[in-house]
């Protein structure tokens, strides 16, 4: 058994994870274990799921909303550690017709949302972030979590060594403008970042990104683009 979970596999397989694994909140331990999953929710990477019996349930706040997904009904519930607390970020599933994921539980990162203009343009609490020398940091969406209704292609291509050549780019629409070439995805980055494949990510420097609801200054960085 490998140390680290394969690159991609199909949706909904079930590997364990052969190392402790640990979360913290406010400097206290929200779950230690050693039989976590690894559970693959889309092809290209996957998520932990923590036994429940490892989790300290006292600070689970239940929030009475139930989604629905492959692995079986989902049941939301916010984190509170004295006065700090954390809306929508376990999703606790007390039974799944897959084998060893029942009582279990998903816990989420913090909430990045994008806005521009008093718009939502994305909205995720498993967003994939993408470190770069000189660069600020890139927040990279699933497409259910972004906002279409604003976003409006257009024919721009740039270049990057080390992702390699975008195959999107979006415009963003508001009631205000038309503001150019903000979003883009690589369906096909080189290996080293498969993780985005197929994201949409914003440029920070152009729009307004808030971790918690607290709203980021915007970077002051240059970017160049490369036009096909």
Known sequence: MNDYPVMAA??????????????????????????????????????????????????????????????????????????????????????????????????????????????????????????????PTRYYFNRTDVNWAHLVRTDTVTECPYKGTTSDYWSVRTDATVHSDLAWAYNFPTRQLLPIAGMIAFYNERVDILLDGQRLERPKTHFFRVTE
């Open 10 to 135: 199909e949706v909904n397989r079930v590997e364990p994870v052969p190392r402790r694994v640990r979360a913290f909140l406010a400097g206290e331990t929200v779950f230690d274990t050693l039989r976590a999953k690894y559970v693959w929710e889309w092809p290209n990477y996957p998520q932990y799921y923590v036994p429940l019996a490892d989790v300290r349930t006292e600070l689970l706040v239940a929030e009475g909303h139930r989604q629905h997904s492959a692995r079986g009904a989902v049941e939301l519930h916010g984190l509170r550690v004295g006065d700090l607390h954390r809306p929508h970020a376990a999703r606790l599933l007390a039974d799944s017709p897959i084998d060893g994921l029942g009582d279990t539980v998903r816990f989420s990162t913090r909430t990045v949302r994008v806005e521009l203009d008093g718009t939502r343009l994305a909205e995720s609490s498993s967003p994939v972030m993408v470190f770069e020398t000189g660069l």
